[in-house]
């Protein structure tokens, strides 16, 4: 494992290379059949090169880099996804979308690989490391229901202009997508509210400071916080909801890898 660990841009590139089959599968012939057994063959060579990477890099300690970030979330992201459309193989669809946006953040996070050095290794206590399972698992959710909103835009664009496209047309109904983003904001609202919580509880004895990775994450909690009550009060969907998840997606994005590209990036070559 060692030896796999050390060599950090050859595994990111292997990483990358198991997200593409699935990838181009959705761009050339995208997946419509919910019985296409394709979906899983693909799924899971993808996920398995991401847990490939995210272990071998996690295996001598937490690593707070961007390129760790970005494939641990990618990891927990085709897990979550995997579970989904076990239950409801209506949404498999929705990786037309879910695979090609992943292997741009795949071939971004193996462009960072070599910016994470290996002495920013640590052992993180039990308190750090719910907090940052937390936050991933809130991280996952969102951009699966910004997959799903993204895929409900289209649909409901598509139906609007009465325009025909094979990729349009193999994407889940708008109603589908719908049910699905705002289950999972529903679920990322929890993890969202309880990493909050333990980040406050693991700055309390130090002082609680609100630093722009805070700051961004309440603001996203706030918006989908009334994006929730909107709905269930008045049964906001559609364009307007899309809308609010994708808003929530970008805050949280600025937040959790945003905050770390400036810091491992863009200031350590200042």
Same mark, same amino acid.
């Given at each position: 494992?060692?030896?796999?660990?050390?060599?950090?841009?050859?595994?990111?590139?292997?990483?990358?290379?198991?997200?593409?089959? $699935?990838?181009?599968?959705?761009?050339?012939?995208?997946?419509?059949?919910? $019985?296409?057994?394709?979906?899983?063959?693909?799924?899971?060579?993808?996920?398995?090169?991401?847990?490939l990477l995210s272990v071998s890099e996690l295996a001598q300690g937490w690593q707070p880099g961007l390129a760790v970030a970005l494939?641990?979330?990618?990891?927990?992201?085709?897990?979550?996804?995997?579970?989904?459309?076990?239950?409801?193989?209506?949404?498999?669809?929705?990786?037309?979308?879910?695979?090609?946006?992943?292997?741009?953040?795949?071939?971004?996070?193996?462009?960072?690989?070599?910016?994470?050095?290996?002495?920013?290794?640590? $052992?993180?206590?039990?308190?750090?490391?719910?907090?940052?399972?937390?936050?991933?698992?809130?991280?996952?959710?969102?951009?699966?229901?910004?997959?799903?909103?993204?895929?409900?835009?289209?649909?409901?664009?598509?139906?609007?202009?009465?325009?025909?496209?094979?990729?349009?047309?193999?994407?889940?109904?708008?109603?589908?997508?719908?049910?699905?983003?705002?289950?999972?904001?529903?679920?990322?609202?929890?993890?969202?509210?309880?990493?909050?919580?333990?980040?406050?509880?693991?700055?309390?004895?130090?002082?609680?400071?609100?630093?722009?990775?805070?700051?961004?994450?309440?603001?996203?909690?706030?918006?989908?916080?009334?994006?929730?009550?909107?709905?269930?009060?008045?049964?906001?969907?559609?364009?307007?909801?899309?809308?609010?998840?994708?808003?929530?997606?970008?805050?949280?994005?600025?937040?959790?890898?945003?905050?770390?590209?400036?810091?491992?990036?863009?200031?350590?070559?200042?």
């Open positions: 494992m060692n030896a796999i660990a050390s060599q950090p841009v050859l595994l990111g590139s292997l990483a990358v290379l198991s997200l593409l089959p $699935a990838a181009l599968q959705s761009l050339r012939a995208p997946l419509a059949s919910q $019985a296409d057994n394709r979906f899983w063959y693909l799924l899971g060579c993808a996920f398995g090169g991401s847990a494939w641990v979330t990618i990891t927990t992201v085709l897990a979550i996804f995997a579970g989904i459309a076990w239950r409801n193989p209506a949404v498999k669809p929705i990786g037309n979308i879910l695979f090609p946006y992943l292997v741009i953040v795949g071939a971004f996070g193996a462009l960072a690989l070599p910016g994470d050095p290996p002495s920013a290794t640590y $052992a993180a206590d039990w308190g750090t490391v719910i907090h940052v399972l937390l936050s991933v698992a809130a991280y996952a959710l969102i951009t699966l229901s910004a997959v799903a909103a993204v895929s409900s835009l289209l649909k409901e664009r598509a139906l609007k202009a009465r325009s025909q496209s094979v990729f349009v047309n193999s994407l889940p109904p708008v109603t589908v997508g719908d049910r699905m983003q705002i289950n999972l904001l529903l679920a990322a609202g929890c993890f969202l509210s309880f990493s909050v919580i333990s980040g406050i509880a693991e700055q309390w004895d130090m002082g609680i400071r609100f630093d722009h990775k805070s700051l961004l994450s309440v603001v996203s909690l706030g918006i989908v916080t009334a994006l929730l009550f909107v709905h269930f009060r008045t049964g906001l969907r559609g364009r307007r909801a899309a809308r609010f998840a994708l808003g929530a997606y970008l805050l949280l994005s600025l937040a959790y890898p945003g905050v770390k590209f400036v810091t491992d990036i863009l200031l350590q070559r200042v």
